[in-house]
């Protein structure tokens, strides 16, 4: 069922994707973000510039998670200052949709064991699991991106600690 689903966005997509010079395919987008931790990092007297428990673990959680999926970070991974915020690609990582889904919800509940909360989208949508040369490029490199991004908002302004599925 997930899988028409998935397709009937692809269509929808394929126009526009067919105008591009840069090789696209039918994938995964997930974008994730740690919930309010400028707070979190205050009120612990961390440095927001350098690694702590929570974002060293969240960088080892998604190096782990990407190798496994065979999923590119196209932005985000930062093990200078640990990883706060990251959009993955995975290439027809739709056809292992539910065992993502899984591993996703056992990365959230790891990084909530620390107090904080996670916020994860994944978006069906066309990937060209790539790094992006800059963050802006990250989150509108793409139409499929740009959805992804939209809804982390809405999620994070509705208190966050949500996965959240669009097909």
Do not use: C
């Amino acid at each position: 069922m997930m899988r028409r689903a998935a397709s009937k966005t692809m269509n929808w997509n394929e126009e526009h994707y067919a105008q591009s010079d840069i090789p696209l395919v039918p994938g995964l987008i997930i974008v994730l973000d740690i919930d309010n931790f400028e707070e979190y990092v205050n009120t612990r007297g961390l440095d927001p510039y350098k690694p702590n428990i929570v974002t060293s673990e969240l960088t080892r959680l998604i190096e782990n998670f990407v190798w496994k999926y065979k999923g590119v970070v196209v932005y985000g991974l930062s093990y200078e200052r640990g990883t706060e915020e990251a959009i993955i690609e995975i290439p027809f990582g739709y056809e292992n949709l539910e065992n993502t889904i899984i591993d996703l919800e056992k990365i959230k509940k790891i990084i909530e064991e620390f107090g904080v909360t996670l916020s994860i989208v994944i978006v069906v949508d066309y990937v060209i699991a790539r790094k992006a040369k800059n963050r802006r490029d990250a989150y509108k490199g793409t139409p499929g991106r740009i959805r992804a991004l939209k809804a982390l908002r809405r999620i994070k302004r509705r208190d966050g600690g949500k996965i959240l599925l669009l097909t």
